[in-house]
């Protein structure tokens, strides 16, 4: 079993578990049982997708989607019900192109696309495809959790020994290594977009570049790494783990953190409950390390939490 639907026209998040984050809006923007506009001769509602895709079913699209397709597709979203755990997924086909954040925080399952993907993208890869005229995409975090790293087309690489994904194709990307748990290193030798290293457990997370708004968001374990500066929101609703901040971080950093560390260069505007602590012996030991410096650049640093340890 499974659902073919045609759209006339793309479509804002067609299989979006959040139902595009609807605890925001509360139904104003997005209803989980109405009925998706652009399509032709069916009348599936959104939430007949997600259905289908927690079924472990395959979703047959023709024609364009618009943005968000997939959004934090395979997650069992407490909010609904669930454990806020990762649950498998089945698998979606696109025959057309898709809009903007596709994947955003996707935690497991397969997309299949014959025309373009907009940037930036979500927390996908490309890997080798085994369907004819159509490209495939795994997320980063179910890749990293199974083990299962062939297939991945250059420039991206894993090395085995070191358990580490470089992602060297500069396109820009959301929620980069959301939810992951895995004992993995993820390096984006360029820049990252929004919320990367979103609710990561565990691991490390590297941007050499820049990073867009909420880097660090719900960081509930793990270290992330911003090597250049990063947008506004930075550790928001943090639980726990460590973010690191070469360059300048804009506004609002911290923003409602619950635990967990902030190291902060390049100076930012830090926001209650955040606050300054001292920096002992073993944070300049883990600066050094992390950072490959040495003890005089990381005491340039500034440590902030919201515990004082």
Known sequence: MGIEIEFTSPSNCVCDFTYNFYWQHQGKELEPDGVIPGQKNTD??????????????????????????????????????????????GTVIVDGS????????????????????????????????????????????????????????????????????TLNDGIRRDTIAARCSA?????????????????????????????????GTLLAGGTVIIEGDAGEFAAADMRSGILIIKGKAKGFVGGKMKGGTIFLKGGGAVIPPVRKVPMGGA??????????????????YVKYSVDGA
């Open 98 to 165: 898709v809009g903007t954040r596709m994947g955003m925080g996707f935690a497991s399952g397969e997309i299949y696309v014959s025309g373009r993907v907009a940037e930036p993208m979500g927390n996908i890869i490309e890997v080798v495809s085994d369907l004819d005229g159509f490209r495939k995409f795994r997320s980063i975090t179910d890749i990293l959790h199974s083990g299962q790293t062939s297939g991945l087309l250059p420039p991206n690489v894993f090395d085995e020994e070191r358990q580490r994904l």
């Open 183 to 215: 004992d993995c290193t993820i390096v984006v030798t360029g820049d990252s977009d929004l919320s990367a290293g979103m609710l990561m457990k565990r691991g490390e997370l590297r941007v050499c570049g820049d990073a867009g708004m909420n880097a």
């Open 283 to 300: 944070d300049y030991r883990l600066l050094m390390r992390t950072m490959r410096t040495n003890q005089i650049e990381a005491m340039m």
């Open 44 to 89: 599936h509602t959104y939430r007949d997708l997600v259905t289908s895709l927690r079924n472990g079913e395959t979703i047959r699209i023709k024609g364009d989607c618009g943005k968000r397709l997939c959004s934090n597709a395979g997650a069992d979203m407490r909010y609904f019900g669930g454990t806020g755990a990762i649950i498998d997924t």
